[in-house]
């Protein structure tokens, strides 16, 4: 078993930077894919950023393209998610998720392992 824990979250103002951690335990994920998802009120879970255990592949939804970077350290067990240029609409909470596959996916039901998630708030 894989558990999650997210960390970093908090409320910022427009134009702020947040950084995002997942710690990993239970087993090294270091062979996993790892992702990003959020959920505001209201609507349904969305997917944020991807990436392969390597590192070496990412993927982000258009929507945070060019603003937050997912990153990770297989030594610390550890998966970053650092926000920038943070706007209002990008308030959810936002959630770890891990796959226990090489095999890239963007869509919440190919993730075996989720976080408890961690609130984000963005005011104007």
């Known amino acids: 078993q894989v558990q999650l824990v997210e960390s970093g979250g908090g409320l910022v103002q427009a134009g702020d930077s947040l950084r995002l951690s997942c710690a990993a335990s239970g087993r090294t994920v270091s062979r996993y894919t790892m992702g990003w998802f959020r959920q505001a009120p209201g609507k349904e879970r969305e997917f944020v950023a991807t990436?392969?255990?390597?590192?070496?592949?990412?993927i982000y939804a258009d929507s945070v393209k060019g603003r937050f970077t997912i990153s990770r350290d297989n030594a610390k067990n550890t998966v970053y998610l650092q926000m920038n240029s943070l706007k209002p609409e990008d308030t959810a909470v936002y959630y770890c998720?891990?796959?226990?596959?090489?095999?890239?996916?963007?869509?919440?039901?190919?993730?075996?392992?989720w976080g408890q998630g961690t609130q984000v708030t963005v005011s104007s």
């Open positions: 998720a891990a796959r226990s596959s090489v095999v890239v996916v963007t869509t919440h039901d190919g993730y075996n392992y």
């Open positions: 990436i392969s255990w390597t590192g070496g592949s990412t």
